[in-house]
């Protein structure tokens, strides 16, 4: 494996775990958001990863991008199989979906949002689900720095041991 590839892996990792917290983030800042520029209450939003294999997204992107040579790890073992099985996979952020669960009612006919039975709509955010998923975000994106720590830790092993 690469030393390239698994600092690279784990820049994607960092990324998609910064951006999933962020939504998290916004989802708790909404918490009690009644009014929204789209119409009705805040709704929660989730991420959706997809696993992509680096080596071909990084070749394709080389070869649209300046006609530069195919990526090849100078390090690679040569007698080794060109196609492991399963792949050198990392992780993007597919997509941002709306929860389409139902808002919270509650009975306040003071709010200006009420409806004409006196209940408002709240989003469809549970905060202790919002910290549970904040949690494993952290948790995720703290492996994925010490997985590059690890790499990085290797790699100066790496060039001590070349200079002898």
Do not use: C, H, W
Not at 3 to 25: C, E, H, P, T, W
Not at 87 to 97: E, G, L
């Amino acid at each position: 494996m690469a030393f390239l590839s698994n600092f690279d892996i784990s820049g994607y990792g960092l990324s998609a775990q910064r951006f999933r917290m962020n939504v998290i983030s916004s989802n708790i800042a909404n918490a009690d958001t009644t009014r929204t520029s789209e119409g009705g209450p805040y709704r929660r939003r989730e991420v959706i990863f997809k696993a992509i294999n680096f080596d071909k997204t990084l070749n394709n992107a080389i070869e649209n991008s300046n006609n530069m040579l195919k990526y090849e790890n100078p390090l690679d073992d040569s007698s080794a199989p060109n196609d492991a099985d399963p792949s050198v996979m990392s992780v993007a952020v597919d997509k941002v979906v709306r929860d389409s669960s139902n808002f919270k009612m509650k009975y306040d006919p003071t709010n200006p949002d009420a409806n004409k039975d006196g209940y408002v709509a709240y989003p469809n955010v549970n905060p202790v689900i919002e910290m549970s998923d904040l949690i494993e975000a952290t948790r995720a994106y703290q492996a994925n720095v010490a997985a590059f720590q690890s790499a990085k830790s290797m790699a100066q092993s790496a060039i001590d041991i070349l200079k002898g």
